[in-house]
């Protein structure tokens, strides 16, 4: 059964910092782009930043760029998300999800999801 599970959130002040963490079963990791995205209560899940295999093409949101950062450990299955500068509009669940096809921002092309850590970011 392909699997991701997301770890590493909680709450912290603005201006903080925070790095979540995705673990991936093989198969979904292999080959496949991995990508972060984010849900706030009453909000549609919007696209963070999403990493080829070989970590050297990365597209992020515009609303991240220069305070997140994408990285994978493919050695460890592992995805990861640097998120510096913390807003409280950046509070919100934080997915993470692999897709076969490319950087892809559309939430219809990934094909696994994990099942989400909570980001509380206070004023």
């Known amino acids: 059964q392909a699997q991701l599970v997301e770890s590493g959130g909680g709450l912290v002040q603005a201006g903080g910092s925070l790095r979540l963490s995705c673990a991936a079963s093989?198969?979904?990791?292999?080959?496949?782009?991995m990508g972060w995205f984010r849900q706030a209560p009453g909000k549609e899940r919007e696209f963070v930043a999403v990493?080829?295999?070989?970590?050297?093409?990365?597209y992020y949101a515009d609303s991240v760029k220069g305070r997140f950062t994408i990285s994978r450990d493919n050695a460890k299955n592992a995805v990861y998300l640097q998120m510096n500068s913390l807003k409280p509009d950046d509070t919100a669940v934080y997915y993470c999800?692999?897709?076969?096809?490319?950087?892809?921002?559309?939430?219809?092309?990934?094909?696994?999801w994990g099942q989400g850590t909570q980001v509380t970011v206070s004023s």
């Open positions: 999800a692999a897709t076969p096809t490319g950087l892809e921002a559309d939430t219809r092309k990934y094909s696994y």
């Open positions: 093989g198969r979904i990791f292999s080959f496949y782009y």
């Open positions: 990493i080829g295999w070989s970590g050297a093409t990365i």
